[in-house]
Protein backbone atom coordinates (compact mmCIF):
# COMPACT_ATOMS: atom_id res chain seq x y z
CA UNK A 1 0.00 0.00 0.00
CA UNK A 2 1.36 3.54 -0.67
CA UNK A 3 2.16 6.40 1.89
CA UNK A 4 -1.02 8.11 0.49
CA UNK A 5 -3.23 4.90 0.77
CA UNK A 6 -1.73 4.73 4.06
CA UNK A 7 -2.69 8.18 4.99
CA UNK A 8 -6.33 8.01 4.22
CA UNK A 9 -6.90 4.67 5.47
CA UNK A 10 -9.55 4.33 8.45
CA UNK A 11 -6.60 3.87 10.58
CA UNK A 12 -4.82 7.71 9.81
CA UNK A 13 -7.53 9.53 8.44
CA UNK A 14 -8.60 11.43 11.42
CA UNK A 15 -4.74 12.17 11.88
CA UNK A 16 -4.24 13.22 8.50
CA UNK A 17 -7.46 15.66 8.64
CA UNK A 18 -5.70 17.31 11.49
CA UNK A 19 -2.22 17.14 10.01
CA UNK A 20 -3.92 18.99 6.90
CA UNK A 21 -5.50 22.02 8.75
CA UNK A 22 -2.38 22.55 10.93
CA UNK A 23 -0.25 22.57 7.97
CA UNK A 24 -3.10 25.41 6.41
CA UNK A 25 -3.21 27.11 9.74
CA UNK A 26 1.03 27.64 9.83
CA UNK A 27 0.98 28.56 6.32
CA UNK A 28 -1.81 31.25 6.80
CA UNK A 29 0.14 32.87 9.45
CA UNK A 30 3.09 32.74 7.41
CA UNK A 31 0.97 34.30 4.53
CA UNK A 32 -0.31 36.96 7.60
CA UNK A 33 3.01 37.90 8.52
CA UNK A 34 4.37 38.60 4.82
CA UNK A 35 0.52 41.01 4.55
CA UNK A 36 2.17 42.79 7.77
CA UNK A 37 5.38 43.26 6.20
CA UNK A 38 3.82 44.82 2.73
CA UNK A 39 1.85 47.02 5.39
CA UNK A 40 4.54 47.68 7.15
CA UNK A 41 7.15 48.33 4.01
CA UNK A 42 3.92 50.65 2.89
CA UNK A 43 3.67 52.79 6.28
CA UNK A 44 7.57 53.38 5.94
CA UNK A 45 7.61 54.46 1.99
CA UNK A 46 4.83 56.76 3.31
CA UNK A 47 6.12 58.68 6.19
CA UNK A 48 9.76 58.59 4.78
CA UNK A 49 8.11 60.77 1.58
CA UNK A 50 6.78 62.98 4.23
CA UNK A 51 9.77 63.44 6.02
CA UNK A 52 11.43 64.50 3.35
CA UNK A 53 9.24 66.63 1.86
CA UNK A 54 9.79 70.18 1.94
CA UNK A 55 8.13 72.44 4.82
CA UNK A 56 4.18 72.98 4.26
CA UNK A 57 3.41 76.88 5.14
CA UNK A 58 -0.47 76.39 6.37
CA UNK A 59 -1.84 79.28 4.39
CA UNK A 60 -3.25 80.18 0.67
CA UNK A 61 -3.86 76.86 -1.10
CA UNK A 62 -2.26 74.44 1.01
CA UNK A 63 -5.39 74.81 3.22
CA UNK A 64 -6.93 72.65 0.97
CA UNK A 65 -4.32 70.27 0.27
CA UNK A 66 -5.23 66.33 1.41
CA UNK A 67 -3.07 67.24 5.06
CA UNK A 68 -5.31 63.59 6.16
CA UNK A 69 -2.35 61.70 3.78
CA UNK A 70 0.42 64.30 4.52
CA UNK A 71 0.91 62.96 7.90
CA UNK A 72 4.20 63.22 9.44
CA UNK A 73 5.20 66.19 7.24
CA UNK A 74 6.79 69.21 8.48
CA UNK A 75 4.51 72.60 8.62
CA UNK A 76 4.19 75.72 9.71
CA UNK A 77 1.44 77.88 10.84
CA UNK A 78 0.82 81.50 12.03
CA UNK A 79 -2.28 82.59 13.65
CA UNK A 80 -4.00 83.08 17.29
CA UNK A 81 -5.14 80.70 19.50
CA UNK A 82 -8.55 80.28 20.26
CA UNK A 83 -8.06 79.10 24.21
CA UNK A 84 -12.08 79.47 24.90
CA UNK A 85 -12.18 76.39 22.88
CA UNK A 86 -8.57 74.73 24.37
CA UNK A 87 -9.20 70.94 25.53
CA UNK A 88 -7.51 68.49 27.23
CA UNK A 89 -5.98 64.87 25.64
CA UNK A 90 -6.17 62.79 28.47
CA UNK A 91 -3.49 59.75 30.28
CA UNK A 92 -0.33 61.34 28.50
CA UNK A 93 3.03 60.96 30.41
CA UNK A 94 6.42 63.27 30.55
CA UNK A 95 9.12 61.37 32.18
CA UNK A 96 6.80 58.87 34.15
CA UNK A 97 4.76 61.71 35.25
CA UNK A 98 0.87 61.43 34.76
CA UNK A 99 -0.86 64.59 32.88
CA UNK A 100 -2.47 65.95 29.80
CA UNK A 101 -1.53 67.52 26.17
CA UNK A 102 -3.37 70.69 25.88
CA UNK A 103 -5.14 70.65 21.98
CA UNK A 104 -5.66 73.98 21.21
CA UNK A 105 -7.39 75.53 17.72
CA UNK A 106 -5.04 77.91 15.89
CA UNK A 107 -7.25 80.33 13.85
CA UNK A 108 -5.06 80.45 10.58
CA UNK A 109 -4.41 84.28 9.34
CA UNK A 110 -6.28 85.45 6.67
CA UNK A 111 -8.54 82.27 7.12
CA UNK A 112 -12.05 81.29 8.96
CA UNK A 113 -9.97 77.97 9.59
CA UNK A 114 -8.52 76.36 12.29
CA UNK A 115 -5.91 73.60 12.58
CA UNK A 116 -5.85 72.09 16.27
CA UNK A 117 -2.19 72.39 17.86
CA UNK A 118 -0.92 69.67 20.15
CA UNK A 119 0.82 72.04 21.94
CA UNK A 120 2.37 69.49 24.91
CA UNK A 121 2.21 68.40 28.40
CA UNK A 122 0.95 69.46 31.53
CA UNK A 123 0.58 67.70 35.07
CA UNK A 124 -2.40 66.26 35.98
CA UNK A 125 -2.69 68.82 39.25
CA UNK A 126 -2.80 71.40 36.64
CA UNK A 127 -5.24 69.47 34.29
CA UNK A 128 -7.69 68.70 37.33
CA UNK A 129 -7.74 72.59 38.67
CA UNK A 130 -9.34 73.68 35.76
CA UNK A 131 -7.47 76.60 35.10
CA UNK A 132 -4.98 76.69 32.36
CA UNK A 133 -4.90 79.81 31.48
CA UNK A 134 -1.20 79.91 33.06
CA UNK A 135 -0.27 78.36 29.56
CA UNK A 136 -1.75 80.62 27.54
CA UNK A 137 0.25 81.98 24.24
CA UNK A 138 -1.85 85.06 23.43
CA UNK A 139 -1.47 87.04 20.53
CA UNK A 140 0.01 86.01 16.87
CA UNK A 141 2.54 83.02 17.28
CA UNK A 142 4.04 80.79 14.94
CA UNK A 143 4.02 77.13 15.32
CA UNK A 144 5.97 74.66 13.44
CA UNK A 145 5.51 70.60 13.84
CA UNK A 146 4.32 67.76 12.07
CA UNK A 147 0.90 66.79 10.79
CA UNK A 148 -0.48 63.94 12.33
CA UNK A 149 -3.89 62.22 11.85
CA UNK A 150 -6.92 62.21 13.86
CA UNK A 151 -8.15 58.83 16.17
CA UNK A 152 -11.41 57.94 14.80
CA UNK A 153 -11.73 55.19 16.92
CA UNK A 154 -10.66 53.75 20.40
CA UNK A 155 -7.68 51.00 20.03
CA UNK A 156 -8.50 47.59 21.41
CA UNK A 157 -9.62 48.02 25.28
CA UNK A 158 -9.63 52.01 24.83
CA UNK A 159 -12.71 53.82 26.14
CA UNK A 160 -14.61 55.89 23.12
CA UNK A 161 -15.90 59.60 24.01
CA UNK A 162 -18.90 60.73 23.99
CA UNK A 163 -20.81 62.54 21.00
CA UNK A 164 -21.17 66.05 21.95
CA UNK A 165 -24.62 66.96 21.96
CA UNK A 166 -26.09 70.28 20.22
CA UNK A 167 -26.80 72.77 23.11
CA UNK A 168 -24.51 71.15 25.76
CA UNK A 169 -21.44 72.03 27.07
CA UNK A 170 -18.51 71.12 25.50
CA UNK A 171 -16.31 68.45 26.40
CA UNK A 172 -13.13 69.38 27.47
CA UNK A 173 -10.99 66.34 28.00
CA UNK A 174 -10.91 63.89 25.38
CA UNK A 175 -9.50 60.38 25.04
CA UNK A 176 -8.15 60.99 21.83
CA UNK A 177 -8.28 63.45 19.12
CA UNK A 178 -11.18 62.75 17.08
CA UNK A 179 -11.23 66.01 14.52
CA UNK A 180 -15.13 65.02 12.94
CA UNK A 181 -16.21 65.02 16.88
CA UNK A 182 -14.38 67.99 18.32
CA UNK A 183 -15.63 69.93 15.42
CA UNK A 184 -18.65 69.52 16.61
CA UNK A 185 -18.68 71.72 19.74
CA UNK A 186 -16.48 74.52 17.70
CA UNK A 187 -18.26 77.20 15.91
CA UNK A 188 -15.60 77.13 12.74
CA UNK A 189 -14.03 74.99 10.00
CA UNK A 190 -11.08 72.49 11.19
CA UNK A 191 -8.49 70.87 9.35
CA UNK A 192 -8.35 67.67 8.37
CA UNK A 193 -5.62 66.91 10.47
CA UNK A 194 -3.75 68.70 14.05
CA UNK A 195 -0.18 70.22 13.94
CA UNK A 196 1.60 68.32 16.95
CA UNK A 197 4.33 71.50 18.08
CA UNK A 198 7.80 70.49 17.64
CA UNK A 199 10.08 71.48 20.83
CA UNK A 200 12.10 74.76 20.55
CA UNK A 201 15.17 75.36 21.98
CA UNK A 202 13.63 78.43 23.10
CA UNK A 203 11.19 77.59 25.15
CA UNK A 204 11.67 75.63 28.55
CA UNK A 205 8.53 76.18 29.80
CA UNK A 206 5.40 73.92 30.32
CA UNK A 207 3.55 72.99 27.87
CA UNK A 208 6.15 70.48 27.31
CA UNK A 209 6.63 69.73 23.56
CA UNK A 210 6.57 66.20 22.45
CA UNK A 211 7.31 64.77 18.53
CA UNK A 212 6.24 61.22 17.60
CA UNK A 213 8.98 58.74 17.96
CA UNK A 214 8.72 57.02 14.74
CA UNK A 215 10.84 53.44 13.86
CA UNK A 216 10.72 53.05 10.23
CA UNK A 217 12.13 48.84 10.27
CA UNK A 218 10.44 45.74 8.95
CA UNK A 219 10.07 44.74 12.10
CA UNK A 220 10.23 41.12 12.67
CA UNK A 221 7.64 39.85 10.10
CA UNK A 222 9.41 38.61 7.40
CA UNK A 223 11.37 36.02 10.02
CA UNK A 224 7.82 35.01 11.67
CA UNK A 225 6.73 34.17 8.04
CA UNK A 226 9.47 31.92 7.27
CA UNK A 227 9.22 30.33 10.98
CA UNK A 228 5.77 29.56 10.20
CA UNK A 229 6.28 28.35 7.05
CA UNK A 230 9.14 26.15 8.42
CA UNK A 231 7.02 24.73 10.75
CA UNK A 232 4.42 24.04 8.22
CA UNK A 233 6.70 22.22 5.62
CA UNK A 234 8.38 20.23 9.03
CA UNK A 235 4.66 19.21 9.73
CA UNK A 236 3.57 18.40 6.34
CA UNK A 237 6.96 16.78 5.14
CA UNK A 238 7.38 14.77 8.35
CA UNK A 239 3.72 13.31 8.57
CA UNK A 240 4.38 10.47 6.29
CA UNK A 241 7.54 9.55 7.38
CA UNK A 242 6.07 9.26 10.59
CA UNK A 243 2.87 6.77 9.34
CA UNK A 244 6.07 5.00 7.49
CA UNK A 245 7.68 4.29 11.13
CA UNK A 246 4.69 3.56 12.67
CA UNK A 247 3.66 1.11 10.36
CA UNK A 248 7.04 -0.98 9.98
CA UNK A 249 6.54 -1.41 13.51
CA UNK A 250 5.75 -5.16 14.96
CA UNK A 251 2.77 -5.22 16.55
CA UNK A 252 2.73 -5.73 20.31
CA UNK A 253 2.30 -8.82 21.85
CA UNK A 254 -0.25 -9.51 24.62
CA UNK A 255 1.39 -10.89 27.29
CA UNK A 256 -0.10 -13.70 28.75
CA UNK A 257 -2.33 -13.33 32.10
Same mark, same amino acid.
Given at each position: ??? &?????????????????????????????????????? @??????? @?????????????????????????? &?? @??????????? @??????????? $??????????? $????????????????????????????????????????????????????????????????????????????????????????????????????????????????????????????????????????????????????
Amino acid at each position: MSI &VSRMFSRRWFIATLLVAVGVAALTRLGIWQLDRLDQRR @AFNARVQ @AQIDAPLLVLTGEALSADLFDMEYRQ &VQ @ATGEYDFSNQI @ALRNQYWENQW $GVHLITPLIIS $GSQQAILVDRGWIPAEDFESGDWSKFDEPGQITVNGVLRRPQVKAELGGRSDPTPAPGSAPLKAWNFVNIEQIARQIPYTLLPAYLQQAPDSTWSAMPYRTQPELELTEGPHLSYAMQWFAFATILGLGYPFFIRRQERKPPTKKSDS
